[in-house]
């Protein structure tokens, strides 16, 4: 796409611009401010949070604050990245476009594909999940069940339109953000000893002291801590449906990582206060022991509650996000014509309807496949939300470059020079090698470089039957 430039355009930013913006015409720009951030919240914090932060507890210990520190600081960086792209060009495709624009167009090709990819498996896993947390109410009801109507209830909601999408999503998010706020303040009244007994700091300092595994259990939490982080570049997908995206996506971008920041780092700063980190067990939220601590009735019904408006959630924003990275890598074509269609309420029904296949197919590969393939793909996935993260902040860095010769240069978030980038780029190669050591998360190396490979081999053939064609006379380049 680059390429289509012209050498003697004054302004190379706007004549990018309108090529991406015709590209990708006829989605509706409804989404306010307000649910552009809630959106962000809901793609970032899914069972992750309540429940997978356990990992990271029991490799660092109470030092695990200083590994989502690490990981708030990463997240930052892509996002002071993500908001200058995005400003400068709002579109659905977001980073795999841009990466397209500044690095190589099988940077766009590999990101799309690879973020869909890990998206279905995400959204195949979070419905199954979510059938499960229904056991807990109604055991006796099968899970395919649950999955089937859960499945079928999401889709209509993103079919119909990306406003109904987005007050949907709000509620959604809502249910999530008043739990940890709740979360916050019971525990900071334990702590504290306000109206219960004080706990104080003993937590931080006994068993084996505030780093009970060093520096390198801090390093190897921080893997996870990532992991909780992703879903956060879901602000810029949006940014194509958002309304006045110059001035609503800056902000949408600035509270959504507060935000996030104060949740996680200030809510396993709790935990880890409350309940000794050696007691944290793998199999159980750490948020139920403190809300049994505190003797709420039902903690554990509460907490499967939101665990579950969590997981769909997620489910919610996958869905669009699948959507939306089909339809893009469609127009830009990579993909069947087909999956660029958009209904009459400008939603990419065909897109959307492709990536939620995802959702029931999950369910039978758990069962068939359980041990080999499933957890394949797991790891797959998880390599390609640090892949992507990666191309993003090369992405910037070549973006940085061009736009300097702008005679109108773009709104600035990062600061001055490549650092910013630079240092997010070396922290996540360091997290994607660590991952070897981190339990559970070895198999993202395993199948994640395959992956890259085949996605790769991929590329090429499509752009040898693209040549073939163009010079067939089937297809006119550019």
């Known amino acids: 796409m680059a390429e289509t430039i012209s050498a003697g355009a004054t302004s190379p930013g706007v004549v990018e611009h309108a090529e991406v913006v015709e590209r990708e015409a006829g989605l509706h720009r409804n989404l306010t401010p307000r649910q552009l951030s809630m959106i962000a919240i809901g793609g970032a914090i899914g069972t992750g949070l309540f429940l997978g932060s356990a990992i990271s507890v029991r490799l ?18 892509l996002m002071w990245a993500l908001g200058e792209m995005t400003v400068a060009h709002p579109v659905a495709g977001s980073f795999g476009v841009y990466a397209e624009m500044y690095v190589h167009p099988w940077a766009g090709f590999a990101m799309r594909y690879s973020y869909w990819l890990g998206q279905v498996i995400a959204t195949g896993s ?15 009801v099968p899970s395919w069940l649950w999955i089937a109507g859960f499945s079928a209830a999401l889709v209509y909601v993103n079919a119909r339109s990306v406003a109904s999408f987005g007050e949907f999503e709000y509620w959604f998010a809502m249910i999530k953000v008043l739990t940890i706020a709740v979360f916050l303040i019971l525990g900071a009244a334990l702590l504290l000893g306000f109206g219960f007994p004080r706990i104080g700091l003993a937590n931080y300092a006994g068993h084996g002291g505030f780093l009970p595994n060093g520096w390198q259990g801090v390093g190897l939490g921080v893997a996870m801590a990532i992991f909780s982080f992703l879903g956060v570049e879901i602000v810029a997908v949006t940014s194509g449906e958002a309304k006045d995206p110059t001035t609503a996506l800056p902000r949408a971008l600035r509270w959504t990582l507060g935000r996030l920041g104060l949740f996680y780092i200030g809510g396993l700063a709790i935990v880890v206060g ?12 750490p948020f139920v022991r403190v809300f049994e601590i505190v003797g709420i009735p039902a903690a554990a019904g509460l907490m499967n509650f939101v665990v579950l408006t969590a997981a769909l959630s997620s489910v919610n924003c996958n869905l669009y996000l699948m959507a939306r990275m089909l339809f893009s890598l ?41 041990a080999t393939a499933y957890v394949y793909m797991l790891g797959s996935a998880f390599l390609g939300g640090i892949f992507v993260w990666q191309m993003i902040f090369a992405t910037h860095l070549a973006f940085r470059r061009r736009t300097a010769k702008w005679e109108k240069p773009p709104m600035r978030f990062a600061p001055r020079g490549p ?6 780029l070396a922290g996540l190669t360091a997290v994607l090698i660590s991952t070897w050591w981190v339990p559970g998360l070895r198999i993202t190396l395993i199948a994640g470089v395959p992956w890259l490979v085949f996605i790769s081999l991929c590329y090429l053939v499509w ?14 380049d550019g």
């Not at 650092?419 to 997010?424: D, H």
């Open 60 to 77: 660092a210990g109470p030092g695990v604050i200083f590994s989502y520190l690490a990981a708030a600081a990463i997240a930052l960086c």
């Open 126 to 140: 979070e419905v199954v999940a979510a059938s499960i947390y229904c056991k807990h109410w109604f055991p006796n």
């Open 274 to 285: 409350i309940v000794p980190w050696n007691e944290v067990g793998l199999g159980e939220s």
């Open 330 to 370: 469609s127009r830009g074509g990579y993909a069947p014509a087909g999956l660029g269609r958009l209904s009459k309420r400008g939603t990419p029904v065909v897109a959307l309807l492709v990536s939620s296949a995802g959702m029931f197919a999950a369910l039978f590969m758990d069962h068939w496949f359980h």
């Open 419 to 424: 650092w910013s980038s630079l240092f997010g």
């Open 463 to 476: 752009r040898k039957v693209r040549s073939r064609k163009i010079s067939d006379g089937a297809l006119q």
